[in-house]
């Protein structure tokens, strides 16, 4: 399969900007870690919960913690927490991304000024919050508006991925139609949220999932982000 005249690229971030286990695999020991406190049973049961391997401390293919937002992982631990709240145990969570540690799949900076030069309208949309987004992006000098053209989260008031809605919202704030789009992931949620809204979709092998993973929802499937511009046919 190919692509058609896209003139606009929406990007998921963890995976597909960023190297995804270096980044949640670090996230995901540090909150068994402190919300289990010592209690090693508890920390089981929490690696259990969000498909985070005890032993080896990586995050297994089928966790919530890939594709789920925020709101996801608080429904999956807050069992556990009977004294916090849901919104307490959202705002510990998204504490807790902060100073992680960052690969860049290709240099970001350079990427994107690329795709501007080429005038392809870019965006980020993220199942972890807006603001965690504009921080990690910024610790590598990407901002909005200097270099892309829309930022979301899961907070962001247009729902998250693989619902439509958020990559619409994208669309309608670059003033692209939506099958002259592209959604740019490395899980089947990224996907299954640009078909649903009848964009163009991407895979990219930068995440957990596997090419075959991959193929049935994509038109196209790249190592990386960095093969975006030949893709799109504008170099």
């Known amino acids: ?61 089928h966790s919530v913690v890939i594709a789920g937002s925020t709101i996801d992982l608080v429904e999956t ?33 350079p990427f994107f000024a690329e795709l501007r030069r080429l005038g392809v309208k870019t965006g980020v949309m993220t199942n972890d919050s807006e603001q965690s987004a504009h921080d990690q992006l910024g610790s590598v000098d990407v901002a909005y508006p200097n270099d892309l053209d829309f930022v979301a989260g899961y907070d962001s008031g247009f729902g998250a991925k693989p619902n439509p809605d958020p990559l619409l919202a994208f669309a309608k704030k670059v003033s692209v139609e939506p099958d002259r789009c592209a959604m740019v ?33 994509a038109d196209l499937v790249l190592r990386d982000i960095s093969h975006i511009p030949h893709a799109l046919g504008r170099v």
Request: glycine share 6%; with cysteine; charged share 20%.
């Open 185 to 217: 992931g490395d899980s089947v949620h990224d996907l299954l949220a640009g078909r649903r809204a009848q964009m163009q979709t991407i895979g990219v092998l930068t995440g957990l999932a596997t090419e075959a993973d991959l193929s049935p929802y």
């Open 77 to 109: 631990v807050l069992p556990f927490f009977p004294n916090m709240t849901a919104s307490q145990m959202e705002a510990y969570l998204n504490g807790q991304v902060v100073n992680l540690p960052l690969q860049q799949a290709t240099p970001l900076k």
């Open 1 to 61: 399969m190919s692509l058609i005249r896209v003139q606009a690229v929406l990007f998921d971030k963890d995976g597909t900007l960023f190297e995804y286990s270096k980044t949640w695999d670090s996230w995901c020991d540090r909150v068994v870690s402190a919300l289990s406190d010592g209690d090693s049973q508890l920390e089981k049961t929490l690696c259990n919960a969000l498909g985070f391997d005890f032993a080896s401390r990586v995050i297994l293919p």
